[in-house]
């Protein structure tokens, strides 16, 4: 099973402020990953796919960038509707596996 | 516009069945995989198990494989989830996703999610 490992666990940022969100695979995953957006109470969103390819509607400040095992998620000029736990996800290989989120609050 | 809604989730005493069912609209239902995701309390995203579109294939994560069986009626765009020997640790909010529709493996789609309490 691939292990996805985020960080921080907890990213305390200020309005307008940029959020970078880290998650690294165990092993090769190509760039079969994607980021998803969950706020209190709701279901998850797709935010990024393919590593880098935004989803349909998603805001432009919303960047995704991969090195190898490593992917980031970045948050140019946070509002205040991004507030919410982001989580990572794999699927180049079964199981499909998620990150243990990374829950960005305002500071 | 394409929805996902779910049902079937409820309270159940450890080791009893449930099933879970997905409707779904907006879409061609057969050409894409569906998959059900659930999230414990207080807890991360868990994926549980997938159904490719037509050709049969199904896919389970290790703590479900043998208790959990993921079928589909395309003729009713309807997945659904059996849940046999629950546990405790199966209490989740149950999502399902359509799976596919930004390339295999990407959850391009969430119905509002079930809530399953194992619970005596």
């Known amino acids: 099973e691939i292990v996805m490992a985020q960080s921080p666990a907890t990213l305390s940022v200020s309005p307008g402020e940029r959020a970078t969100l880290s998650c690294r695979a165990s092993?090769?995953?190509?760039?079969?990953l994607a980021w998803y957006q969950q706020k209190p109470g709701q279901a998850p969103r797709v935010l990024i796919y393919?590593?880098?390819a935004r989803a349909t509607g998603i805001p432009a400040r919303f960047s995704g960038s991969a090195s190898g095992t490593e992917f980031t998620l970045t948050i140019s000029s946070l509002q205040s509707e991004d507030f919410a736990v982001y989580y990572c996800?794999?699927?180049?290989?079964?199981?499909?596996?998620f990150g243990q989120g990374t829950k960005v609050e305002i500071k | 516009e394409v929805q996902l809604l779910e049902s079937g989730g409820g309270l159940v005493q450890p080791g009893g069945s449930l099933r879970l069912s997905c409707a779904a609209s907006?879409?061609?239902?057969?050409?894409?995989?569906m998959s059900w995701v659930r999230q414990a309390p207080g807890k991360g995203l868990e994926w549980v198990s997938t159904?490719?579109?037509?050709?049969?294939?199904?896919y389970y994560a290790d703590s479900v494989k043998g208790r959990f069986t993921i079928s589909r009626d395309n003729s009713r765009n309807t997945v659904y989830l059996q849940m046999n020997t629950l546990r405790a640790e199966d209490t989740a909010i149950f999502y399902c996703?359509?799976?596919?529709?930004?390339?295999?493996?990407?959850?391009?789609?969430w119905g509002q999610g079930t809530t399953v309490t194992v619970s005596s």
């Open positions: 996703a359509k799976d596919g529709g930004l390339g295999g493996g990407v959850l391009d789609v």
């Open positions: 907006g879409f061609t239902f057969s050409s894409y995989a």
């Open positions: 159904a490719s579109g037509s050709d049969g294939s199904t």
């Open positions: 092993q090769t995953i190509n760039r079969n």
């Open positions: 393919g590593a880098s």
């Open positions: 996800q794999q699927y180049n290989n079964w199981p499909r596996t």
